[in-house]
C-alpha cells in the first residue's frame, strides 16, 4: 500500500483532531441538555430537599421523590427514617451549602449537596449527599437519610458517657457524687430532699434525652438539683458515629470524647441540712430556711417548695401588712372582744371558739380571727392581692435561672387574682379558701420583714451563671416592717408562739393552723374534729436578722404553735450556733 505525501498526511492528521472536538460540542450540548445545567430542574429540586431536610420538613422532601420512589415508601415511614436517623445521630441542625451541578454516576443523573451536621455527640460533621434523579424526582433510598452513607449501608452509634459531676453544699461538702447509676449521698438521706434523686425518666423526658446521646438505659435526675441541673451534671456523651453495611467492619463517620460534667455548687449549709430534716422527723410537711439578708436558700427539707397549703394565720403578716399601708389599722386600735364576727354573712370564729381581742398588737399576737377577718373586705380585691404578689404569690419561686425555672417549673404560692365575695375575701385575710402557700414562700415572707421590707431572691445555687436574675422586691416601707417585727415579736414572747423562742436571740415570728375540714368519720358530728395544717413563719435575731424560716407539717397533730414553732426553734438555734 503505498504512503500519502507528507503534505496530505499533515491535512488529514488536521481534520482528525478538528472532528473530534465538533462533535464534543454537540455531545456536550446534548448531555447537558439531558442531565441539567446550572439553575437545571434537578440541581433546584436538590437545593429544596436539602432545604427542607434543614427545617425538618419532610413533607415537603418527600414530595421531591419520583412517583416509584413514593410508591416505595410512604411519607409515615420516610418520617420516621429520618427522625430514626436524627435520633442515632444526635442531630442538633443541619446545614446544607448550594447543590453542585448536575453530573452522572453509574449511568444516572447525581446532584452533589454539601452538608454540615451539627451533632452533641459526635460535633460537627462537613459531608456531602448524592441526590440519584431518575423519571422526574429523586430516587431515594435509605442512605439518603445521612451523609456519607453507601447504599445498603444504615446509621449506627456507639455512646460513651461521661462522669456525672457532684452537687455540693456551699462550703464543697459533697450532697451527692458518684455514677449516674450508683450515685452516693455523704449525708445520707438528709441531702436528698435538696439534691433530689436519679432514676429512670418519664417517656416524655426520655425521647429528649435519647437526642441528646443517652441510652433509654441511662439514670438520670428525675427530682431536685439532680433534675434541674441535669445536662450540665450529666455533661457531653461521647463516642462513635457508625455506617454499618451488610458485611464487614463498621466505618467510622465521626467520633469524640464525651465531656466531664461540671459540678453545681449550692448555697446549702451541710450542718443546718441536716438538722432541718432531723426537726421534721419524717413528718409530712416541709421546712425551709433562708439567709434573711441576700435571701439564699440554707435548708430545705420534705415538701419545702411543692404541695403548696393553705398558710392559714401565718398569711395575716400579709393581710397586716396590706392594711397598714393603708392606714386602716394602727398597733394601739381597739377590738372587741369576742368569739368570732359576721363577714358577708356567713360566721367566722376564733380558734377553738376563744375570746380575744383588746389592741392591734394583742389580736395580732394571739390570731384573733375575728380582726382580721373583717379587714379583707376593707383593703380589697386589689390591695391585697397586689400585696401578696410583691411577696411573691403568683410566680415560681426564684431557685434558680429563668431557663431552669421553665424547664422544672416548680410550684407556685398562688392567691386568685379576683378573690370574689366578701366573704372570700375574709376568708383570704386569715388564709384559708383559696391561698396557697409553700414553706419557702412564707419564709421569703419573714425574710422579707427581717431585712427591712425588701424580698430577697431566694435562690438555691452559688455558681452565678445558675443563680436567678431577679432583682430585690421593695414590698413596704421600713417603717412599716420596723411595726411588723414588733408584732411578731409579740407572738413569740406572749402569743401563739412561745414555743418557738430560743435562748441566743429574739425570734420574731407567727402561727398559723389552717382548718382544712372535719376528720374522716366525724362530717356529721356537732363539733367534728378537724384537719389541721400547722405553720410558722419567723426569722432570727428580731434585730439584724440572719435567718429566715417557713414551717410546714401537714395534717399535723396540734395547732402550729404547738408543733411548727418548736420545729423552727430547733433549727433556728442549731443556726445561731
Same mark, same amino acid.
Given at each position: 500500500?503505498?504512503?500519502?505525501?507528507?503534505?496530505?498526511?499533515?491535512?488529514?492528521?488536521?481534520?482528525?483532531?478538528?472532528? @473530534?472536538?465538533?462533535?464534543?460540542?454537540?455531545?456536550?450540548?446534548?448531555?447537558?441538555?439531558?442531565?441539567?445545567?446550572?439553575?437545571?430542574?434537578?440541581?433546584?429540586?436538590?437545593?429544596?430537599?436539602?432545604?427542607?431536610?434543614?427545617?425538618?420538613?419532610?413533607?415537603?422532601?418527600?414530595?421531591?421523590?419520583?412517583?416509584?420512589?413514593?410508591?416505595?415508601?410512604?411519607?409515615?415511614?420516610?418520617?420516621?427514617?429520618?427522625?430514626?436517623?436524627?435520633?442515632?445521630?444526635?442531630?442538633?441542625?443541619?446545614?446544607?451549602?448550594?447543590?453542585?451541578?448536575?453530573?452522572?454516576?453509574?449511568?444516572?443523573?447525581?446532584?452533589?449537596?454539601?452538608?454540615?451536621?451539627?451533632?452533641?455527640?459526635?460535633?460537627?460533621?462537613?459531608?456531602?449527599?448524592?441526590?440519584?434523579?431518575?423519571?422526574?424526582?429523586?430516587?431515594?433510598?435509605?442512605?439518603?437519610?445521612?451523609?456519607?452513607?453507601?447504599?445498603?449501608?444504615?446509621?449506627?452509634?456507639?455512646?460513651?458517657?461521661? @462522669?456525672?459531676?457532684?452537687?455540693?453544699?456551699?462550703?464543697?461538702?459533697?450532697?451527692?457524687?458518684?455514677?449516674?447509676?450508683?450515685?452516693?449521698?455523704?449525708?445520707?438521706?438528709?441531702?436528698?430532699?435538696?439534691?433530689?434523686?436519679?432514676?429512670? @425518666?418519664?417517656?416524655?423526658?426520655?425521647?429528649?434525652?435519647?437526642?441528646?446521646?443517652?441510652?433509654?438505659?441511662?439514670?438520670?435526675?428525675?427530682?431536685?438539683?439532680?433534675?434541674?441541673?441535669?445536662?450540665?451534671?450529666?455533661?457531653?456523651?461521647?463516642?462513635?458515629?457508625?455506617?454499618?453495611?451488610?458485611?464487614?467492619?463498621?466505618?467510622?463517620?465521626?467520633?469524640?470524647?464525651?465531656?466531664?460534667?461540671?459540678?453545681?455548687?449550692?448555697?446549702?449549709?451541710?450542718?443546718?441540712?441536716?438538722?432541718?430534716?432531723?426537726?421534721?422527723?419524717?413528718?409530712?410537711?416541709?421546712?425551709?430556711?433562708?439567709?434573711?439578708?441576700?435571701?439564699?436558700?440554707?435548708?430545705?427539707?420534705?415538701?419545702?417548695?411543692?404541695?403548696?397549703?393553705?398558710?392559714?394565720?401565718?398569711?395575716?403578716?400579709?393581710?397586716?401588712?396590706?392594711?397598714?399601708?393603708?392606714?386602716?389599722?394602727?398597733?394601739?386600735?381597739?377590738?372587741?372582744?369576742?368569739?368570732?364576727?359576721?363577714?358577708?354573712?356567713?360566721?367566722?370564729?376564733?380558734?377553738?371558739?376563744?375570746?380575744?381581742?383588746?389592741?392591734?398588737?394583742?389580736?395580732?399576737?394571739?390570731?384573733?380571727?375575728?380582726?382580721?377577718?373583717?379587714?379583707?373586705?376593707?383593703?380589697?380585691?386589689?390591695?391585697?392581692?397586689?400585696?401578696?404578689?410583691?411577696?411573691?404569690?403568683?410566680?415560681?419561686?426564684?431557685?434558680?435561672?429563668?431557663?431552669?425555672?421553665?424547664?422544672?417549673?416548680?410550684?407556685?404560692?398562688?392567691?386568685?387574682?379576683?378573690?370574689?365575695?366578701?366573704?372570700?375575701?375574709?376568708?383570704?385575710?386569715?388564709?384559708?379558701?383559696?391561698?396557697?402557700?409553700?414553706?419557702?414562700?412564707?419564709?421569703?415572707?419573714?425574710?422579707?420583714?427581717?431585712?427591712?421590707?425588701?424580698?430577697?431572691?431566694?435562690?438555691?445555687?452559688?455558681?452565678?451563671?445558675?443563680?436567678?436574675?431577679?432583682?430585690?422586691?421593695?414590698?413596704?416601707?421600713?417603717?412599716?416592717?420596723?411595726?411588723?417585727?414588733?408584732?411578731?415579736?409579740?407572738?413569740?414572747?406572749?402569743?401563739?408562739?412561745?414555743?418557738?423562742?430560743?435562748?441566743?436571740?429574739?425570734?420574731?415570728?407567727?402561727?398559723?393552723?389552717?382548718?382544712?375540714?372535719?376528720?374522716?368519720?366525724?362530717?356529721?358530728?356537732?363539733?367534728?374534729?378537724?384537719?389541721?395544717?400547722?405553720?410558722?413563719?419567723?426569722?432570727?435575731?428580731?434585730?439584724?436578722?440572719?435567718?429566715?424560716?417557713?414551717?410546714?407539717?401537714?395534717?399535723?397533730?396540734?395547732?402550729?404553735?404547738?408543733?411548727?414553732?418548736?420545729?423552727?426553734?430547733?433549727?433556728?438555734?442549731?443556726?445561731?450556733?
Amino acid at each position: 500500500m503505498s504512503r500519502l505525501s507528507p503534505e496530505v498526511e499533515r491535512r488529514r492528521r488536521f481534520a482528525t483532531r478538528t472532528l @473530534p472536538l465538533a462533535l464534543i460540542a454537540v455531545v456536550a450540548f446534548v448531555v447537558g441538555a439531558a442531565v441539567g445545567t446550572p439553575g437545571s430542574p434537578q440541581k433546584d429540586a436538590a437545593n429544596a430537599f436539602a432545604r427542607a431536610w434543614a427545617s425538618k420538613n419532610f413533607a415537603a422532601m418527600y414530595a421531591e421523590l419520583n412517583d416509584a420512589s413514593r410508591a416505595a415508601v410512604s411519607l409515615a415511614e420516610f418520617t420516621a427514617a429520618y427522625r430514626e436517623a436524627e435520633q442515632v445521630a444526635t442531630m442538633e441542625a443541619l446545614r446544607p451549602g448550594s447543590a453542585h451541578d448536575p453530573g452522572s454516576s453509574e449511568g444516572r443523573t447525581v446532584v452533589t449537596v454539601p452538608l454540615g451536621v451539627i451533632t452533641v455527640a459526635f460535633g460537627r460533621l462537613e459531608d456531602e449527599l448524592e441526590l440519584p434523579f431518575a423519571e422526574g424526582g429523586v430516587a431515594w433510598d435509605p442512605s439518603l437519610v445521612f451523609p456519607g452513607l453507601n447504599a445498603g449501608e444504615k446509621l449506627a452509634n456507639e455512646i460513651e458517657l461521661a @462522669p456525672r459531676a457532684a452537687i455540693l453544699a456551699s462550703d464543697g461538702t459533697p450532697l451527692a457524687e458518684g455514677p449516674a447509676d450508683e450515685r452516693e449521698h455523704p449525708l445520707g438521706s438528709a441531702a436528698i430532699d435538696v439534691t433530689g434523686e436519679v432514676g429512670m @425518666p418519664s417517656e416524655e423526658a426520655m425521647a429528649k434525652l435519647v437526642r441528646h446521646g443517652f441510652s433509654a438505659e441511662t439514670p438520670v435526675g428525675i427530682s431536685g438539683l439532680e433534675q434541674a441541673f441535669n445536662a450540665r451534671l450529666a455533661g457531653k456523651p461521647g463516642g462513635k458515629l457508625l455506617a454499618v453495611g451488610e458485611s464487614g467492619s463498621p466505618r467510622v463517620l465521626a467520633e469524640s470524647e464525651p465531656e466531664a460534667g461540671a459540678p453545681v455548687k449550692t448555697t446549702i449549709d451541710a450542718a443546718l441540712q441536716e438538722t432541718a430534716v432531723a426537726a421534721l422527723a419524717g413528718r409530712a410537711g416541709g421546712i425551709a430556711v433562708l439567709d434573711a439578708k441576700n435571701g439564699d436558700v440554707r435548708a430545705l427539707a420534705g415538701q419545702a417548695f411543692s404541695a403548696p397549703q393553705p398558710p392559714g394565720s401565718t398569711f395575716k403578716i400579709v393581710t397586716t401588712t396590706a392594711a397598714l399601708q393603708k392606714g386602716l389599722v394602727s398597733l394601739d386600735d381597739e377590738f372587741e372582744i369576742v368569739d368570732g364576727v359576721n363577714v358577708g354573712g356567713r360566721f367566722i370564729s376564733n380558734a377553738n371558739g376563744e375570746f380575744c381581742g383588746g389592741t392591734f398588737r394583742e389580736a395580732f399576737a394571739e390570731s384573733c380571727n375575728a380582726d382580721f377577718a373583717p379587714l379583707g373586705p376593707q383593703i380589697g380585691n386589689n390591695a391585697l392581692v397586689g400585696t401578696a404578689e410583691r411577696f411573691g404569690f403568683n410566680s415560681a419561686p426564684t431557685l434558680y435561672s429563668p431557663r431552669i425555672v421553665r424547664e422544672v417549673g416548680p410550684a407556685e404560692s398562688t392567691i386568685p387574682e379576683q378573690i370574689g365575695e366578701e366573704i372570700d375575701l375574709g376568708v383570704s385575710a386569715i388564709g384559708q379558701g383559696e391561698v396557697l402557700a409553700t414553706p419557702l414562700e412564707m419564709a421569703s415572707v419573714a425574710q422579707t420583714i427581717g431585712n427591712g421590707g425588701v424580698r430577697e431572691p431566694t435562690s438555691i445555687v452559688n455558681n452565678k451563671k445558675l443563680r436567678p436574675d431577679a432583682k430585690p422586691v421593695r414590698v413596704m416601707s421600713k417603717k412599716i416592717a420596723d411595726e411588723l417585727t414588733e408584732l411578731m415579736v409579740g407572738v413569740v414572747t406572749g402569743g401563739t408562739g412561745t414555743a418557738g423562742a430560743i435562748s441566743q436571740a429574739q425570734v420574731a415570728g407567727k402561727t398559723g393552723t389552717a382548718e382544712l375540714g372535719p376528720k374522716p368519720g366525724q362530717e356529721n358530728k356537732e363539733n367534728p374534729e378537724q384537719i389541721k395544717d400547722a405553720w410558722f413563719s419567723a426569722f432570727v435575731p428580731a434585730g439584724g436578722a440572719k435567718l429566715a424560716i417557713g414551717v410546714l407539717l401537714i395534717e399535723a397533730e396540734a395547732a402550729g404553735g404547738e408543733v411548727a414553732a418548736p420545729a423552727a426553734a430547733e433549727v433556728l438555734s442549731a443556726g445561731l450556733g
